[in-house]
C-alpha cells in the first residue's frame, strides 16, 4: 500500500495483516492490514466507534483476533506470543497506574512484571524518569500529580522495558493544550530518538502531524493509509480535515 | 525462570501494600468477624449447646466454635473482593497492564491468587490474635498448622471470586453475586452450627451443606488449629480449587473463554 518503505527497514516494527474480528453480532474489524516503521510515527485516526479500542485490545491480546496476523517486531504474536509482547509498550485510555502508591513504586511493579532485576530497575526507572523530567517526583503519590504528569509516568514505564512499538490509546484524553501539544512533540522526538514505531490512536484530527504516517479507520475499515503529504496531494485536500470528510463521504456513496 | 520470580514477588508486594494502604479495607476486613465474635457469638452462645465434637476434645465456649467459621468468612470475602477489584481493575485498566505482561496468562492469574491470600492469612493472624486476648486460644503449634490449610483455604476461595468475575462483566452485577454467593454459602456451611445439629432440623439442608466448598475449607481450618488434619476436607478443598481455578483460567483465557463477549 505504502511505496516508501526503504528496503533496510526489513522488520517493520508493527505489521498487522488481513486482520478482522466480530462481537457477538457486530463487525469491528474487517480485513484491516497495515505497517508502522520504527523510527516513525503513525496516526490511527477514526472517530468513536471506528475499531480503534478493538484493535488496541487485539494487539495487546486481551482477545484474540478471529482473522489475520498481528507481528510485532518480526514477531507472530499468536506463535511467539511473550517474545512479541515483550517488545510492546503500552499507554492505555485511561490511566492504569496505582493511585495511592508513588511514582517509584508503579515503575518498579512494572520492572517487575517484565522481569527486570533491581539493578536494571533502578537504572531504567532512573533513565526514563529523566527523560520525561519527573524525576525529581518518584517519591510522589500518583493521586498528587496532575493528569499532564501522571501521562508522563506511563509513557516512563511504557519504555522501561525497551520496546520496539509504542500504542498510545487516545492519551491526551483529558489533557490541556498545552500538555497536549508538548506530548505530541515529545512523542514524535521519541520515536526518532529510540527507533520507535509509535501507533498513536486518535480521533482528534490537530493531533495529525504533516511528517506523519496516517491510517484512517472508519467502521471497522482502513479508508486510506500513507504518509500525509501524499495523501493531502491524492485526494486533492488542503488539511487533514477536509481529507476526513471526503473519505468518509466516499465511503458512504459507495 | 527469574522472570517468573520476579513477576511473582512485584505482583505480592503490590497487592500487600494496597491492602496495607488502604485503611478503611483494613478495618472493614477485621470489624466484621470481631462483630460476630463479640455481638452474635455473645449473645447465642445460650441458645446453642455444642456437644464434644472433633477435634474438640472437651465441652468449648460456642466463640471457640465459631472462630474458625469466622476465619473462613474473612477469606471468603477477602477472595470476592480481591475478585471485586479484578473486574475494577478490568474496567479501569490496571487489569490490561496485567495481561499484556510476557508470561502466561495462567500464571499471572495464579499470582493474582497468591497475592490475595496472602492479604488474606495477613488479615487471620490479626483476627487470631485479638481472639487471643478475648481467651480464645488455641495450641500454639496450631497457629503454625494453619498455615498451610489457610493457604489452600484462601486459594480456593480466590480461585472461586476469580471463576465469578470472568463471568460478570460489570461491578453492578457483581455486587449482586456476592449477595447471592457469599450468604448462601456462609450461612449453609459449618461456620456457624455444626454439621449435625443441621441435620437434625433438615436433611437437604445437611447435604447442601455437607458439600459446600466453604464447609470443607472452614472444618480444614478447625482441625489445623488443633494440630489434626481433616483428610475429607483436605481433598474435598484441594479438588474444589482445582476445578475453580481451572475454569477461571478458561474464562481468562484470551480466544476461547468468556473475554471476547465482554464488549458490548
Known sequence: MRSNVSAVDKHPGLRVTHLSYAYAKKTALDNVSFQVDRGSCSILLGPNGAGKSTLFSLVTRLYVASEGTIEVNGKNLRRSTYKALAKLGVVFQQTTLDMDMTVIQNLRYHSALHGLSRKQARIRIEQELLRQRMFDRRHEKIRQLNGGHRRRVEIARALLHQPSVLLLDEPTVGLDIASRQSMVEHIHQLATQDNLAVLWATHLIDEVDDSDQLIVLHQGRVLADGWVTELLHDYNADNVSELFQQLTMLEQAA | ?264
Not at chain 2, 114 to 143: E, N
Open chain 2, 1 to 264: 525462570m527469574l522472570h517468573y520470580f520476579r513477576a511473582l514477588y512485584g505482583i505480592v508486594t503490590r497487592e500487600l501494600w494496597r491492602f496495607l494502604s488502604q485503611r478503611g479495607r483494613f478495618l472493614a476486613a477485621l470489624v466484621r468477624p470481631l462483630v460476630w465474635l463479640f455481638i452474635f457469638a455473645a449473645g447465642f452462645r445460650s441458645a446453642l449447646g455444642i456437644a464434644i465434637i472433633p477435634p474438640y476434645d472437651t465441652y468449648i465456649p460456642y466463640e471457640v466454635y465459631i472462630s474458625p467459621g469466622l476465619i473462613g468468612m474473612i477469606q471468603l470475602f477477602n477472595g470476592m473482593q480481591s475478585s471485586l477489584s479484578m473486574v475494577y481493575d478490568r474496567e479501569m485498566g490496571s487489569m490490561r497492564v496485567l495481561l499484556v505482561t510476557p508470561l502466561p496468562r495462567w500464571f499471572l492469574l495464579v499470582c493474582k491468587l497468591l497475592a490475595s491470600t496472602a492479604v488474606s492469612i495477613m488479615q487471620v493472624f490479626v483476627f487470631l490474635l485479638i481472639a487471643w486476648f478475648y481467651d480464645i486460644q488455641a495450641p500454639l503449634q496450631g497457629y503454625l498448622w494453619i498455615l498451610p490449610a489457610l493457604l489452600l483455604s484462601g486459594l480456593m476461595l480466590g480461585a472461586l471470586g476469580m471463576l465469578l468475575s470472568s463471568f460478570v462483566n460489570q461491578l453492578e452485577n457483581f455486587a449482586g453475586v456476592m449477595n447471592f454467593v457469599i450468604f448462601p454459602m456462609f450461612f449453609l456451611s459449618s461456620a456457624l452450627y455444626p454439621l449435625w445439629k443441621m441435620q437434625e432440623s433438615s436433611e437437604l439442608l445437611y447435604t447442601l451443606a455437607k458439600y459446600n466448598p466453604f464447609t470443607q475449607a472452614v472444618e480444614l481450618i478447625r482441625f489445623a488449629l488443633y494440630g489434626k488434619i481433616n483428610d475429607d476436607a483436605l481433598l474435598f478443598t484441594a479438588v474444589s480449587l482445582v476445578v475453580f481455578l481451572l475454569l477461571a483460567i478458561w474464562g481468562y483465557n484470551p480466544s476461547k473463554g468468556l473475554m471476547p463477549r465482554k464488549q458490548g
